[in-house]
């Protein structure tokens, strides 16, 4: 179980023992994304003008003119969330403005692998290369053994090569005014499921930490044992990495979880190691301090998560630096699609949902719908159209990055909420696929939303032209009970099952397949296909292009909102009250009712309750066995 310390009850380190004990400020960041400039978001169902590298600068310097040696550390993925991930091969800026702000470590985060090998490899060199402050990069668990003996890929080796030009290692001891802090990074296993282009091999997250630590205390004179880990924190505390690893290795004294995005209030605590996080974007910069015990311990003495709003004053020169690197997009990136950074697409008067509802709340939101419907969009309108339909267009939840303010639309803002990958053209931003489904395999999909998705959030799908009705107390892999394709004028279309049907997804999604099989065990599997029903092998063949160049997810929706009716006659599209509502694309049946509970059963059903079956025969048959001894081993003892 979580153990969740409130922090006006720890602070019990009496004033005598403080007076002489080592104290030590920390302040952190994780899964920044991309976002070095303040951005405008939902947040708690309002508006908001959030974070910004200027102003988590000006918080920073604000704790260094307290205590100098304040330590300031990073959790992973600065990188995939913004247009400055453009550049992010050949300006580096995400790591060298952590540098800037005097970011003391970071690690790898699964992100940092989306531009592939060779992306990883040119922007580690750049940024070596720069000149600049850089903070250390640490990961403990990379299996360079394994792959060496196994011989390396041509990705492999240019990773070893850009750690080596980088200096990534597996952990750097650094002096904080009168402490030694040893500082371990990790890879966790979640992020490595969530990194299809990753070439490297990693070894097991807490075992790696375990021989790290005993290497650190073997050779190293350090008060305190620090973890940067792209692992994370979840709800099921048996699933939750970063808790495990603190279980595991007692000897950490903190770790830094980063990759779920977590918002923790107060830490995690198990046994003498704590666990903190922040939450995404920097949006929040973490603070804390930690007092060393009389058995060498340490005790957290205060923590706080601050809000990155916009009453914290930007530092001008943090800025400046910023928007130097901002000044490259235009030119180097946007300007191959036709766009400005602060082109505006549209006006925007709909309340859209949140990035974190589409994983959070299970039902429809009209942001999947608005981006659902802009893939086909795009493909049905592109110049050298193939005049094939597009029947059904999926997003899933874990390739939206933000939602849309009310107001004016621009590129930007587009890009961002859609803002993961590259493509097989080294272009970034991932394409869109177009891929082959049966109608019985549509209904698959159906309920790999309604059954495995609670399991897999970022599974969640959302679609244009395949419309559910789901009743989440069904039992599981039986949870959908109607499955439809909309005629796209609200008319129903029944599926055939050996039907073949058009879908259009993003490259990411089709890569993802194999996780979603995994987390069903197999049970729920999709066989992507041509045309002719011939399975698809390489996703990359089945990119789609116009004029011979990647048709990009992002691009997609802005050429969507691009194309909506100017309704106010100001010249600029405006948003369609269409979003403002569902459409029945995704219904929950939250019904109880015995008959509901059970209607329509499909083939799972009969599996699963054959299952059950044979459990329950297999215990009466343990029951009557154990009975049966027993009442042998009474008779012989009546007998004597």
Known sequence: MLCLTTFAGTQTVSAETADSAKQVDIVFTHDTHSHLNTFTTIVDEAEKEVGGFARINTLIQEQKAKNPDTLVIDGGDFSMGTLIQTVFETQAAEIRMLGYMGCDVTTLGNHEFDYRSKGLANMLNSAAESGDDLPAMVVCNVDWESMEAAGLSEGQQ????????????????????????????????????????????????????????????????????????????????????????????????????????????????????YVVSCGEYGKNLGELSMTQKADGRWEMTSYEIVPVTTDIDQDAETQNAIDQFMDTVDTDYLAQFGYTKDQVLAENDVDFSTQKDLENIHEEHNLGDIMSDAYVYAVENAADFDGVPVDVAVVPSGTVRDTYAKGDITVEQVFNSFSLGIGADGVPGYPLISVYLTGKELKTAAEIDASVSD?????????????????????????????????????????????????????????????????????????????????????????????????????????????FEDTDGDGIANVPEYYSTDHDRKVVDDSRNIVDLVKNPNKFTGIIVGVIAVLILLVIFIILLIKKIVKKVKSRKMKK
């Open 158 to 273: 240019l990773i070893r090569d850009a750690f080596d030009e980088y200096g990534v290692s597996d952990y750097v001891v650094l002096e904080k005014g009168d402490t030694d802090i040893a500082v371990v990074g990790v890879f966790g296993k979640d992020a490595l499921a969530c990194a299809p282009t990753c070439e490297l091999l990693f070894k097991d997250p807490i075992e790696a930490v375990k021989e790290t630590v005993e290497e650190i205390r073997e050779n190293e004179d350090v008060d305190m044992i620090v973890c940067v880990s792209h692992s994370g924190t979840w709800e099921d505390e048996s699933k939750s990495e970063d808790e495990n690893l603190a279980k595991a290795v007692p000897d950490l004294d903190l770790i830094l979880s980063g990759h779920t995005h977590t918002t923790l209030e107060e830490p995690i605590v198990h046994g003498d190691t």
């Open 455 to 563: 399991f897999m959030t970022t599974a969640r799908l959302y679609s244009s032209g395949l419309n559910f009705t789901y009743n989440p107390n069904r039992m599981i892999l039986n949870k959908v009970t109607d499955v439809y394709l909309d005629d796209g004028n609200g008319g129903r279309i029944e599926l055939e099952d050996d039907k073949l049907y058009r879908v259009v997804a993003d490259l990411y999604s089709g890569q993802m397949l194999s996780a979603v099989t995994d987390m069903s065990y197999g049970l729920l599997s999709l066989v992507p296909k041509y045309a002719d029903g011939t399975p698809i092998e390489d996703f990359e063949d089945v990119i789609i292009t116009e004029n011979g160049k990647e048709l990009k997810a992002w691009d997609a929706i802005a050429r969507y909102m691009e194309s």
